[in-house]
């Protein structure tokens, strides 16, 4: 493992100091393992393990190229991760994400635009209390994840998108049977989504934290009942 970990070392010096950029194809794997000083089976660890978390893609008979490197790939092994864990381990999720997004929410409110203010409101606006739970969590994604996006930051909003995966939203809502949690729910949003168009950044921090917090109180009743 130790010469593997120098191999995707050195490989990923490659890229950072703009010897390989994003989209570029690696040289032949006897050409790179002489150059690097590694054996030909190390470098053949290590892109695989740099494959695994989209740092390279390995194309059958064309060869091996740096990916995008953008946010969304990079970060998309963290919602395999969240869905794997247990009840008991997605309360410590929620807290992560109550911390972020409550912030995200209070950048959005500082930076939106009108235009994607606008699109918020009308995400609300499309939706009452008849909707099934299904319906219900299709909305949740989309309203958060919307905010999430009028913070202006790629990597929040990955980081955010993979913590909120529709599998743990799905595994949430769908034991969600609280009486008047599907109408709460939507006041919430509603509320949110005014403070964003007030820009009052407090307001819609504080109002996401307590969003947020109420699933989790939920969670907790729901783990010790």
Same mark, same amino acid.
């Given at each position: 493992?130790?010469?593997?970990?120098e191999?995707?070392?050195?490989?990923?010096?490659?890229i950072?100091?703009?010897?390989?950029?994003?989209?570029?194809?690696l040289?032949?794997?006897?050409?790179?393992?002489?150059r690097?000083?590694?054996?030909?089976?190390?470098m053949?660890?290590?892109?695989?393990?740099?494959?695994?978390?989209?740092?390279?893609?390995?194309?059958?008979?064309?060869?091996?190229?740096?990916?995008?490197?953008?946010?969304?790939?990079?970060?998309?092994?963290?919602?395999?991760?969240?869905?794997?864990?247990?009840?008991?381990s997605?309360l410590?999720?929620? @807290? +992560?994400? %109550?911390? *972020?997004?409550?912030q995200?929410?209070?950048?959005? /409110?500082n930076?939106?635009? $009108?235009? #994607?203010? &606008?699109e918020l409101v009308?995400?609300i606006?499309g939706?009452?209390?008849?909707?099934?739970?299904?319906?219900?969590v299709?909305?949740?994604?989309?309203?958060?994840?919307?905010?999430?996006?009028?913070?202006?930051?790629?990597?929040?909003?990955s980081l955010?998108?993979h913590?909120?995966s529709?599998?743990?939203?799905?595994?949430?809502?769908?034991?969600l049977?609280?009486?008047? @949690? +599907?109408? %709460?729910? *939507?006041?919430?949003?509603?509320?949110?989504?005014? /403070?964003?168009?007030?820009? $009052?950044? #407090?307001? &819609?921090?504080?109002?996401?934290?307590?969003h947020?917090?109420g699933?989790?109180?939920?969670?907790r009743?729901?783990?010790?009942?």
């Amino acid at each position: 493992m130790a010469v593997t970990d120098e191999a995707i070392e050195k490989i990923k010096a490659m890229i950072v100091s703009g010897e390989l950029s994003p989209g570029d194809r690696l040289p032949p794997e006897k050409e790179l393992s002489e150059r690097l000083g590694l054996s030909r089976n190390s470098m053949r660890e290590a892109v695989k393990a740099l494959e695994v978390i989209r740092v390279l893609d390995v194309r059958r008979g064309d060869g091996t190229y740096v990916t995008s490197l953008e946010p969304h790939l990079l970060l998309e092994a963290i919602s395999f991760v969240v869905d794997m864990h247990d009840d008991d381990s997605m309360l410590e999720i929620f @807290a +992560v994400r %109550r911390m *972020l997004e409550s912030q995200a929410t209070g950048l959005a /409110a500082n930076l939106g635009s $009108d235009e #994607a203010i &606008a699109e918020l409101v009308s995400e609300i606006d499309g939706i009452d209390a008849s909707v099934t739970i299904e319906e219900l969590v299709e909305h949740d994604i989309r309203f958060h994840r919307e905010i999430v996006r009028m913070a202006g930051n790629a990597y929040l909003a990955s980081l955010i998108e993979h913590l909120s995966s529709q599998t743990v939203r799905a595994r949430v809502w769908r034991g969600l049977t609280e009486a008047g @949690a +599907v109408e %709460r729910t *939507l006041s919430e949003h509603r509320a949110i989504a005014e /403070a964003i168009a007030q820009h $009052d950044s #407090a307001l &819609a921090t504080s109002l996401t934290t307590a969003h947020i917090a109420g699933v989790e109180r939920w969670l907790r009743q729901a783990a010790s009942a």
